[in-house]
Structures are given as structure tokens and as C-alpha cells.
């Protein structure tokens, strides 16, 4: 699965958790029977970003690559 990311104002992590919280919130979104191939790619996404938040080392990403920093240069 390919997760696109904002990083233009966030670094890696915040852009991540605001990724996870989007995610989340259109999961919710997606009520009626037609919706149901949607939900299953956001439950999908929301999985895969919970164990990249939860196992990352956010720590030594900034460190090794700066323009995941989220600082502008």
C-alpha cells in the first residue's frame, strides 16, 4: 500500500498522525453499502498507519534525512 503524505508544514511524524486522524474521520464517513470497498481501504490505511507511528524511530528519521523534519530551509 502506497500513503502519501503532506510534509510541505509537518515533519514525517505530525504528518502521519494528521494523516491517521483523516483517514479516520472519512472511515466514518462512509455509510451506506456502496461505501463498503471504501472502508476496507481505509481501515487498511488507518492499520498500516497506526504500526508506522507506534514502531517508528521518529527520533533518528529527522536525523538521517532532513527534509523529513518538517523544518523549512
Known sequence: MNIQLTLKRYCIQTAAKKKY???????FKQKSPSDHPK??????EIENLKF????????????????LNGKKK
Open 21 to 27: 486522524e483523516h483517514s479516520i474521520s472519512l472511515y
Open 39 to 44: 472502508r476496507i481501504h481505509f481501515e487498511k
Open 52 to 67: 508506522f507511528l507506534e514502531n517508528a524511530d521518529f527520533g533518528q528519521i529527522r536525523s538521517n534525512y532532513v527534509e
